[in-house]
């Protein structure tokens, strides 16, 4: 999972939080989102759990890329996770 969310972390930062940071470039905040993967390893739902980020559009990006995400299918059912998506200044 942990090499999926890396992987994908141009796309967090790229789409999500460059966008927002830009007009105050030297901040470091935490998104917080919660998924489901279902049983053919696609996110089923994506929710944000916690930000101390205060710009709504970033963090429902960050929810929204997580909702594109694709994981190897578990072994067992569905899968809850709470994943935390940390971002600074450089």
Do not use: W
């Amino acid at each position: 999972m942990r090499r999926i969310v890396r992987a994908s972390f141009p796309r967090f930062r790229g789409s999500c939080y460059e966008v927002g940071a830009a007009p105050r470039p030297r901040f470091a905040r935490t998104v917080t989102t919660r998924f489901i993967i279902d049983q053919t390893g696609a996110v089923e739902t994506a929710s944000l759990v916690s930000s101390t980020l205060n710009d709504p559009k970033v963090t429902a990006c960050v929810v929204s890329v997580f909702s594109s995400l694709s994981f190897p299918a578990p072994e067992s059912g569905k899968v809850r996770v709470v994943y935390p998506i940390s971002f600074d200044h450089e």
